[in-house]
Every structure is written in structure tokens, then in C-alpha cells.
Nanobody
């Protein structure tokens, strides 16, 4: 199983980035997908997740109204569109796959993880 995250980079506050996660080696449509982030010195935290079919998405409160999540089961990809970025969004962002038939918020419940992509938002 591979989860390849991409799209991170350096952006000024107020800017946008689009993170993508390409999955292979698993029945993608049978997994809910999540994005987590980890800032230096902090624990990994939930950002967003989307159900298997894509009809249910959950967002952490601080990113609601700024981030959106989508998936394409035909292409085995999930995307996190991040707008109005703030310096506090700076972190390594990880995509993860969860076999459970519901959305999980806890990192340890996810079965597979990507390598992470760094997002840096300058003030």
C-alpha cells in the first residue's frame, strides 16, 4: 500500500495550496480518507476526513470555511484544498486511509499513512 502526498510548499498568509494524495495497493473506495497535520513540537492532529463514497466530510473547527476535501474514487485520489492559509497552519500534512466504515478522528485508528508534505505559511 502506498499513499503519496504532494502539493505542499511555501505560501504567504492568505494564500492557497492544494494537497493531493494518490493511493495504490488498496481498494480505495473501501477506505475513508483523512488528513492530519503535525507542527514542530506538537502532536499529530486531525484536519479533515471524507467517507468512502465522498458524501460525508468532516473538518476540524479551525479550518472550517477555509479548507475543503474531495475524493475521486476512479482516480484513487483525495484532495485537500486549503484557502486563506494562516501561519498557524504550518505543519507537515499527512494523508491516511481507514478501513472502518465511518470517519475516525483519532490517528491511531487509521491503517495506512503517507509520507507527509510540508506546508509553510509565512506571515
Amino acid at each position: 500500500v502506498q499513499l503519496q502526498a504532494s502539493g505542499g510548499g511555501l505560501v504567504q498568509a492568505g494564500g492557497s495550496l492544494r494537497l493531493s494524495c494518490a493511493a495504490s495497493g488498496l481498494p480505495f473506495r473501501m477506505y475513508s480518507m483523512g488528513w492530519f497535520r503535525q507542527a514542530p513540537g506538537k502532536e499529530r492532529e486531525f484536519v479533515a476526513a471524507i467517507s468512502r463514497s465522498g458524501d460525508d466530510t468532516r473538518l476540524e473547527d479551525s479550518v472550517k470555511g477555509r479548507f475543503t476535501l474531495s475524493r475521486d474514487n476512479a482516480k484513487n485520489t483525495v484532495c485537500l484544498q486549503m484557502n486563506s492559509l494562516k501561519p498557524e497552519d504550518t505543519a507537515v500534512y499527512y494523508c491516511a486511509a481507514d478501513r472502518a466504515p465511518y470517519i475516525d478522528y483519532v490517528p491511531t485508528r487509521y491503517d495506512y499513512w503517507g509520507q507527509g508534505t510540508l506546508v509553510t505559511v509565512s506571515s
